[in-house]
């Protein structure tokens, strides 16, 4: 059985081991090929006579499958599987694989990470400090930024699954109230800290705004001048989702005008940025490159959920199918 990763390298940058995989057959690890659909012919001659194929960020159209007529199973090195034409696969029998659950912790992490950031600057000050500022300064305690305490703050996390979850729970911790807006609702997480509402009200009463929904055509730009118009002056706004879930000229209109005192975002609309990006400079804005995903263990575990599904497809059992 030839096996062939495609863009293994954002998964593995030395630190982890491809051996489970190249147990399990032929396979053939390209640390990139092209993140571009219009490059089909290259993704195409890259897959080759492959029947298992691994992707990350290399898009696999319609037009990939109808020339790549070998592949049996795709598996997608990640959560979100929209490089992938689901649909057209399931056509022509092929399961689509992803892994489900994985950073979870990561995640959430990150997030709060932004938002501390955002509230101290503590990677500000430390750059001041270094460069002599405190050396400088005639008084034992300085500060850049205005200093935000959150305990007693409300918090709105659009999205209330695994991750929007162990967010809450995190803010929650630090004192914080949650308000969540989802589709689908647990009542049992329920409580006089937590409660659901519907979208307008959350950003009518929230004083920092998570993203943790994955990107349908329905909440795409769910971020726009008219939400961001409805929320507090002076809000704070996390991304650490996917980038096209904020329009952005929306965004840095509301950071210019002070409306939204500070964002942190770990996704763009265009991943890697593009030169000249309108996100550089921007004084009230942290832009990271789409590291939430990047400790070593939740990479380790996206090795091992790809191994063992693929391990079970040989089986004859499809496991975390997204296009049954």
Not at 78 to 100: E, L, M
Not at 287 to 306: C, F, K, L, N, Y
């Amino acid at each position: 059985m030839k096996i062939v990763v495609l863009d293994g390298y954002p998964l593995n940058t030395g630190d982890l081991s491809w051996d489970s995989l190249k147990a399990m057959g032929d396979a053939e690890i390209h640390e990139r090929t092209s993140t571009k659909a219009s490059d089909a012919d290259l993704i195409v001659k890259t897959i080759g006579d492959a029947e298992i194929v691994f992707t990350n960020k290399t898009p696999i159209t319609k037009e990939i499958l109808d020339k790549a007529p070998n592949v049996k199973f795709i598996g997608v090195l990640a959560t979100g599987h929209n490089v992938v034409d689901s649909a057209y696969a399931r056509t022509k029998g092929i399961p689509v694989c992803n892994v489900p659950v994985y950073g979870t912790a990561a995640v959430a992490q990150t997030a709060i990470a932004m938002l501390l950031e955002l509230c101290h600057h503590v990677g500000e000050h430390n750059r001041d400090v270094q460069a002599g500022g405190w050396v400088k300064c005639p008084d034992y305690s300085y500060w850049n930024y205005p200093l935000i305490e959150l305990d007693g703050k409300t918090m709105g996390i659009i999205g209330l699954g695994r991750i929007g979850k162990r967010t809450a729970q995190i803010a929650q911790a630090m004192g914080m109230k949650v308000l969540a807006y989802d589709i689908f609702k647990d009542a049992s997480v329920e409580s006089d800290t937590l409660k659901y509402v519907e979208l307008d009200e959350l950003l009518a009463k929230s004083d920092v705004v998570v993203l943790h929904c994955p990107q349908t055509p329905e909440n795409t730009g769910i971020i726009n001048k008219a939400a961001i118009d409805k929320m507090k002056d002076g809000v704070m706004i996390i991304n650490n989702s996917r980038g096209p879930l904020i329009v952005d000229e929306d965004l840095l209109a509301g950071l210019k005008s002070g409306k939204i005192a500070g964002a942190a975002v770990d996704v763009i609309s265009v991943e890697p940025m593009p030169a000249g990006s309108p996100f550089l400079g921007v004084e009230n804005l942290i832009v990271t490159p789409h590291i939430s995903w990047g400790p070593r263990a939740a990479r380790q575990r996206i090795m091992d959920v790809a191994v063992e599904t693929l391990k079970s497809f040989q089986e004859g059992k499809v496991i975390n199918c997204v296009n049954p």
